[in-house]
């Protein structure tokens, strides 16, 4: 018998979810062959790697010394895919994701034309909603990753950055903020805000900017928490506020003069778009090529 990836990926999934049960579910396999595969594995090195006790699996000390190489292949095997996945193009097959709301309303429809032009076979199927939803979703094994507006800490998932964005105050058109040549912080904090709801990574991004910037929160004067970025477009544009909000989802509305992008002086809302997904988890070819392709484009201001 050989040495093989699969079988170490298994052994690495059972030691970090402690059961071969959260293991089989976490890999799509049945419980047996879980078992199997380990004790396959344990029978070519001719020693235990896991000891098994009524409360929890843990690792052998041949098993600690299997684990940092374990690790090393999973990483190694990802790198690899995506070296490759530039040079397939007749994949094929049903992509499914989760994209919090400014990704998937606002940034991946004018990528997912050229990319489908690239990939025709690949049939994407998008949910759009917002970062704790899709984290709740891929722990519950409804989604195999997502993107998302806000880093995400959490010790079951690897968090990647795919793309870059920049939060801008947003103002309805006639706004008295519109008429200064340089705004600084503490002047817009003078104005009510509408924002998206607590747990959008937009929301996020701002509180953890202004947090680091040693601003009370609740100095930010919050009218409205709406759970939609239109929502929050609508309301700003009726007047009952300003807000914070991807220059990529007001294109069509600067366009028509009904809102304006402001630069705030003393304060920079810079963010990275994240890939989430398991680490006991492997992405298809076709999630890593489409991820790959993220990378290349630059995002559409």
Known sequence: MALNYHQLHIFYTVAEKGSFSAAAQALHMTQPAVTMQIQSLEDYFGTKLLVRSTKRIE???????????????????????????RFTHMLEGRL??????????YVLPRLLGPFGQQYPHINIVLKVMNTAEILEQILHHQLSFGLVEAAVQHPDMVMEPVMQDELKLIVPAGHPLTEQDGIHLQEVLKYPFVLREKGSGTRQVMEEELTRLEVDLDLVKTVMDLGSTGAVKSAVEAGFGITMLSPSSVKHEVA?????????????????????????????????TFLDFLRSQKLPL
């Open 59 to 85: 690792l052998s000390e041949a098993g600690r010394a299997l684990m940092p190489y374990a690790e090393r292949g999973i990483d190694l095997m990802r790198e690899t895919e995506s070296a490759m996945a």
């Open 96 to 105: 499914q994701l989760g994209a919090s709301l400014t990704i998937g309303e």
């Open 256 to 288: 028509l003069g009904l809102l304006k992008v402001i630069d705030i002086k003393d304060a920079s809302f810079k963010r990275n778009f994240y890939s989430i997904h398991l680490k006991s988890t492997l992405l298809p070819i076709s999630a890593v």
